[in-house]
């Protein structure tokens, strides 16, 4: 048997890195926690810019750690904003798509929702991979 998600270490964890975020001009704190398939915990919190429009989600940051400490699939997410439950933003889901897949759990409102019922019909990595046979 799978060992269970320990969502209050996700959910603490993510409280915890918050508190590092960079967000000077939205003043929202996020960080995020995520659990990797080889049962390692990765985390990441937003970094702001002065263009705005440039402005890393936590949820960018989990994904950079991912790669960063020896890459892997995610099998849970947990994402706080100002010490409260968020879900993250479209765009970070399409990122956690590539990462996670369809199975990936996030946390709603303190339940476990699949990522495919968060992204419904996701654009597929596939479906981008260039065909080997072509010139
Ligand atoms: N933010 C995240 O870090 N993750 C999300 O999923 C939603 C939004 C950040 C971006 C920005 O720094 C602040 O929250 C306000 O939108």
């Not at 590092?20 to 919190?45: E, M």
Request: hydrophobic content about 40%.
């Amino acid at each position: 048997m799978t060992k269970p998600i320990d969502w209050t270490l996700l959910r603490t964890t993510a409280l915890a890195v918050a508190k590092n975020a960079y967000a000077p001009y939205s003043k929202f704190r996020v960080g995020a926690a995520a659990l990797v398939d080889d049962g390692r915990i990765i985390t990441g919190c937003n970094v702001e810019n002065a263009s705005y429009g440039m402005t890393l989600c936590a949820e960018c940051g989990v994904i950079s750690e991912l790669a960063r400490s020896g890459g892997g699939r995610l099998v849970a997410l947990c994402t706080v904003g100002n010490d409260q439950p968020v879900t993250p933003c479209g765009r970070c889901r399409q990122l956690l798509w590539e990462h996670g897949g369809a199975n990936m759990l996030l946390e709603v409102n303190g339940e476990p929702r699949k990522l495919s019922e968060m992204l419904p019909v996701a654009f597929p990595e596939e479906s981008v991979f260039v065909n080997p046979e072509a010139d």
